[in-house]
């Protein structure tokens, strides 16, 4: 006969709260300050090395906005959670593995903004972890014994689609990256407005 | 029919203690260790080198002064609440972008004490911090929905004065910095003074 | 006559998940963004040199897996537990030293891939934490005044056999490195494999 | 008539768990992962580079211990109390301030280990933390209204003891420094015999 330990599902969540908040919090080391190189007046050149750094502070604001979300994502589904077992806390580990990703590929795309391939790995990492979030969605839908009461359908609805708004989000960057990479994280705008239109769905 | 998931106050708490401490610590390392030219006794050439970190230390110092003000003011703030609705939490979550970006705006002034731009720029950074604090405590005065128990006059009016005191604070490091940036960060000498004066205010 | 405060566990708590977080977070600053040299096209240069990270971002995750694994060994561990004594919160702190290497250890062989010496220090690294986990479980199943309720053998040897199963891996991987250095974490895989062999053992 | 907000205890506990987490993590950025020049085979420098980083990892561990000590005593002086007021916060920010500067002075005392002015610098910041503790003992014993119940002599004793054991340490790393500046570390050995004794102290 096998057994299994129960998971401290206050530590899950510590753990989690942790990881995000530094993970937002390294993103700004993504900002070079900016040199000035000797015998330059600093008044004369920072001005323009300054207004260099808008790839970065873009991507660097809008990967924070992303990790809010997924961190309110993780907080929406533990929410609906009175235990948790072991495959859901190795599916929340996967995701925290991509997520300490993300300072790393925010700073890939916030120095080659204009790189397709830099666009396309940060895209790739949002757009999995989004993926994971809907996966995580349906696996508590189908694990009654782990929710305070069954899951309505509009809840999974809206927590799958606030999910996939990533996903679709980093779709249509890289789409956008094809020709015009420099541009292609405005294809996060999309993000705010799903979650804008899933604030609307019916609740049941 | 729409609905709203309640949100877990303490895992927000959690998240702003966390990134608080992070973005307190990573100021540290806007400090260089300093480089002895290779051939040169570092007993020799540390005493200077070290003595010219003061603009460096001075403005960590005041940064990490300055954000423990704004996390006492998160948790006065949370301490009036029974609950928190999604504004509000959106709300907290762009505080928490202006945050993580002070260790970035404080490396500048740091390295570029004398630069005007650098001034304006950390002064800009807490500036704003300290209005949106000032918006959040409007924000829960209009809405006794997530309050214990409605707002006092005396306890609003303080909140106010204490969050704006940084904004103050800022505005005369910049009126300073017209002259002398490089004695601009003295301006932040008036956050203690007002919070001394709002200690002294009545409390209804 | 002397009498020792107890010690909050709670707070021990969170401790060790805050010191969890931010190594498994900071692994990921091991990765180091390439630089493409100036004159080059970044998507030109981009590629090969993202290609040439893979050894960085093995070493990152297999580093952030075993974290993990430790982490989930303290919060097992603290499952158990009713009180901490002095003792036991010393091992602990010894363990969280070992911990704050990783980071460390994981750069050296991300960087050194083919050095033996850089694969046999993160393997003793990891192999120690192994090894205290294994003398922590011990410690409890000795020190029944700490423990919730006596500690029944299955657990014991299902603690021990996963604790080890980290130290058994660093032996096999210091092993493979003696021939070829640069296949050495695959010894790694031996921990999910003997962690699904722990989790078939009986409980009791 | 003023008043005073009461100060939420636990968020401030989290604030110090997590600002000691992140201080004791980040020593480890104070070891530089070696550079092995161009050319050269890992294999042949690793060893001798590795070697030569001894400085480094004594600094950093002594560091790391140093600080599990002032966690420590975070951790008692908050179970004796019931509430927390605003200069009892205030003295936690100032040591938090000083703590924050840890990775920094170890830093130093870590690339420049034969430099009394870094030796003394390290001491002095872990001294005056040391002494700042000792305040809190001293303010907190005569703060009744802030306690459970009043402090025993032997508590209020052995907690002054212990938080000056490391300033008497740091006192005498400062002695040795005069003429030996590279074995001044092993001054802080004091730290753990002093509080060997200190457990053996009667508690009333």
């Not at 990703?101 to 999995?128: E, I």
């Not at 979030?133 to 927590?159: C, K, M, N, T």
Request: overall charge neutral.
């Amino acid at each position: 006969m096998t057994a299994e330990t129960g998971i401290a599902k206050g530590r899950v969540e510590t753990l989690i709260d942790g990881i995000y908040a530094i993970a937002m919090t390294l993103l700004v080391l993504t900002i070079d300050v900016p040199t000035v190189p000797q015998g330059v007046s600093p008044d004369a050149a920072l001005p323009a090395l300054i207004l260099g750094l808008d790839d970065q502070v873009l991507a660097c604001a809008i990967a924070f906005l992303v990790l809010t979300g997924f961190w309110r994502a993780h907080e929406e589904i533990f929410q609906h959670l009175s235990r948790i077992n072991r495959t859901f806390l190795n599916l929340n580990l996967i995701v925290l593995l991509c997520t300490v990703f993300v300072p790393f590929t925010t700073s890939l795309v916030a120095d080659y903004s204009s790189s397709r391939l830099a666009v396309d790995l940060f895209a790739l990492n949002l757009g999995v972890i989004g993926l994971l979030f809907a996966g995580q969605w349906i696996y508590i839908s189908r694990s009654p014994e782990l929710l305070h009461a069954p899951l309505q359908d509009g809840v999974l609805r809206r927590g799958l689609l606030r999910s996939l708004s990533t996903t679709i989000a980093a779709v249509a960057a890289m789409l956008i990256a094809v020709t015009m990479p420099i541009s292609a994280n405005w294809g996060y705008l999309l993000i705010p407005l799903i979650l804008a239109v899933s604030n609307r769905l019916p609740y049941r």
